[in-house]
């Protein structure tokens, strides 16, 4: 027993330093590149892309379920986007309030028979309608198939651009942003095949008719939590693995991928749970066995606000579905595994993901209650266990201020002193008590994985327009 | 009771940890002194920018036309970066008669060869800030040490080379770019290449014509995508030659430029473009034709609504609906066509565009004649088709699924 306790102690101290140390790795990676693409953007005049003739054209998909209440603000907000040649391809995936009616009505839609060819399999399409008034919109109207990801591939087979963006509907581009995310794929255009941009919480901002006014940070501690989450998973995780070319995900709220592509691997596998994911890796997956050079990559500037669960029971039904999503995808893949023909990714990505992600719940709750019972029979002593908790908790407070810094050095999007105060301030609670109920609501994920349950949990929403602060 | 006892066995590691939790804590505290110093100094810095840039502002005209004496500006950092940069703002909205005493005010304050010297001796990144600051001065002077710079091992400082010859605007800036291209190619991404040509060669394409006969290989499919967009009817009978060449990337910017041409001389091209082998010069020619206000482009524009591919089809039924009278006509040359797909194509766009109530108006004001009946007959017949072919594939779909 005692020897069983001392080796699961020591194997969570190396688990843990492990962690630590990849995480300060990813911290400097992230600030060499974030300043290195600082530099980049001095010489790009945002202006002259937008005037060229040689900028290709971008399709935006924006899948759409009863959003009555925002779609038509969304669209035009989306339409209104800085960039030359944009096509918006809105997906009415079985809504049953109006979001039909309400698009009908804005846009003067006409019911159309372009010709649909459904190459990716979805729901099936029974009304193609285009705008009278605005000739870059198309509507599809579909059968809900129950996911996003089936909407996305009915827009997908609509698409007549050669690089397509995903959007949400209910959140919020910044005008210049498929600018600079496309300032991605211009620096390597023959090798880039996808580009994810920082998504952002939009809880707390000022919005107005679809536009972002004002950025505030949120007034509760639970959004303020994910403000930190999000700037930590985007600045530092995203922004590191990018630089070593084995990006794992691109936010399916905010993403470009090369149409072609997306087509040839059949578009967004539609019961996937984590549908961004999974496409992610599939597309590693198939770039890897063509033997093609490829880069996916992630921009830092180019910004989309979305909002972020304000209540502990939806972010709860958010993390479980999010671990729920990592496993659905992780375990088809399992066959990439430190398989060399896989690259970086089969040998450092998926394995990262797999132990340092998808196993941290089970590894953090082992290891508390192995501590705690070798605390509390002697087996260690006290002083040690209280060093170990502080140790854990100091090294991953520094991770959360090193995201407030690049923040800080980078885009200062909360300017106010008394802003970045609160950020700083509630990096010292990230990890406790709020890493301690994540690990709950990810051991429920895996829980309910495990039984089958992979219902789909709605999110109470505030919306946009509640969101004006 | 000493340290050794309290740890036992955990000793060693305790140690560790004790080093990790300090160096994780300072780490914090550096962490957060870092970021509000930074704060507390860019804020310092940014209210002397503004106060500095508010006492320049208000005696501009003095320091553009020398009143103000360069050396009281000059010698001060800070004076000197907010000169330059309104400088350079203002240079890139000037019309060219307002350029020549800003150019003089860069050229005689130092300020221009400063950049120069800076663009030919320092390296990284300050390199690359001086050759996107030459670009912006739109200076003549500035070309030499761009084109300097296309030699660069980095390829980011050839890509801000390529950048700043685009932003001069000035015809010599292409010269170097180009004969860089003939003899080897430049390692940068296309896209800065294109947009500094187009950029440069905008009111004078004619010198791409010289280029394009000697490239080979890409850089010859680059140039030709570059002279279609810019290419003007002045350049006349060369675009026949270009309209015969054996690259369809240069086929189609023939087709492209003879959007811009006199229909006496573009329709012949045009009519044999739209046969061309390559879908994208097909393309390309109808959209060109769409372009074209003259009678004689129905007959190629009903050829390319029968062609094979979708969007060569979808464009010419765009091309002929634009074409805004006489569609009834026009819907009789399409049936007489018996293309099904044409028709369809057609009645698609006649739908999408509204103008399909217009035509059934004109057709049903002439039912009595039997053409005009025929016709009436044909459209609802090509309206139901698509409904059948529209519910078939729904149906086909809603089987895989």
Redesign the interface.
Known sequence: MRSLL?ISN?SL?VYY?VSNLIYLLLLITAIYRNTWHR??L????LE??KM????PPVTLIVPAHNEEAFIVHSVQALLSLDYPSLELVVVNDGSRDRTLAELKSAFQL???????I?EI??????GIY?S?IEPRLLVLDKDS?GSKADAVNAGLNAA?SPYVCVVDADSILEKDSILRIMAGV????DRVVAVGGIVRVLNGCGVFKGELRQVKLPRRSIEIMQVIEYLRAFLIGREAWAQFNALPIISGAFGIFRTDLVRKIKGYRTHAIGEDFDLVVRLHRYMQEQSKDYHINFIPDPTCWTEVPGDLRSLARQRARWHKGLLDTLWPNRDMLFRRRYGRVGSLILPYMWIFEFFAPVIELIGYSTMIVAAVTGL??R??FV??L??GY??A??IS??S??LE??TYRRYSD?RE?AHL?LYCLFEHFPYRQFTLMWRLQGIWQYMRGDFRWREMKRTGMSSAAG | MDVAS?????LG??RL??E??SF??L??LL??G??VL??WYRGRYFRRLNEHTFQIRSQWEGVVNGRVPARSWRLNRLDCEIVESILLDTIEVATPEQLPPLLNCLRSSGLLDLRIHQARTTLG?KR??A??ALGRTRAPEAIPALAEALEAPSE?TR??AV??L??TGLLEAATPILDHLLESPLHI????V??AL??CCQNFPTILLRYLSDARGPNRELLA?VLG?LATADLGEDLIVLATDAAPEVRASAARALGNAQPSFALPVLSVLIRDKEWFVRLRAVVALASIDHSTRIRPLLHALCDTN??VR?RAAWALTSVGTNLDHILAQVVETQDNYAL??F??EL????AIAEVVDALEQHCEDSAGRILLQALSAGQQN??LA?KS???A??G??
């Open positions: 001392e020591q101290f330093l530099h980049r001095a010489s790009l005049r002259q892309v060229s003739p040689f900028t006409r019911p159309t028979r372009l010709l649909y459904p399999i979805s729901a099936p399409v029974h285009k009278i198939a007549s211009f620096s390597e255009p260690l002593s002083e040690f060093l170990f502080l140790y100091a090294f407070t520094l201020i090193g407030v810094l800080e050095m002193w970045v700083l | 309290r740890f036992g066995p955990e590691i305790a940890l004790l990790a939790i994780s804590l780490g914090i962490l957060i870092f970021i930074r704060r990144w690359r800030a050759l996107v980011e890509i801000a950048r700043g685009g932003r991404p296309e896209h800065a294109k947009n187009a950029s995508r967009e979708r969007y979808q369809q194509a009645i698609s739908e999408r565009s509204g698509m409904e529209s594939s729904t149906a779909i809603a895989v699924t």
